[in-house]
């Protein structure tokens, strides 16, 4: 019922930004996570939007850094990475939730996307 397109990755230094975007299909009410994924590593929560009051939510990692927002249209989910560090390197996907608590766990989400590779050098 909802595809989930990512794009925005790319190759980048220490301090730099990048604008990652979450295209989604199939219905105008959602909530949207980011998580990101390391080689080796486990898939871990990096952000949550929720449609209800626009409320968002943060892992402490990237509090103050990143910054996840809905466009204009709202079909698409942005998260706005500033200040990059190369512990930020992963694969970041975005997916879709039901709602309720356990947003931050990667098995309370029905649909992901295919995943934007974001590299971080020293």
């Known amino acids: 019922q909802v595809q989930l397109v990512e794009s925005g990755g790319g190759l980048v230094q220490s301090g730099d930004s990048l604008r990652l975007s979450c295209a989604a299909s199939g219905r105008t009410k959602y909530h949207v996570g980011w998580f990101r994924q390391a080689p080796g590593k486990e898939r871990e929560f990096v952000a949550a939007i929720f449609w209800s009051g626009s409320s968002t939510d943060y892992a402490d990692s990237v509090k103050g850094r990143f910054t996840i927002s809905r466009g204009d249209a709202e079909n698409t989910v942005y998260l706005q990475m500033n200040r990059l560090k190369p512990e930020d390197t992963a694969v970041y996907y975005c997916?879709?939730?039901?709602?309720?608590?356990?947003?931050?766990?990667?098995?309370?989400?029905?649909?992901w996307g295919q995943g934007t590779q974001v590299t971080v050098s020293s």
């Open positions: 997916g879709v939730f039901r709602g309720g608590s356990g947003w931050s766990l990667p098995d309370k989400y029905d649909y």
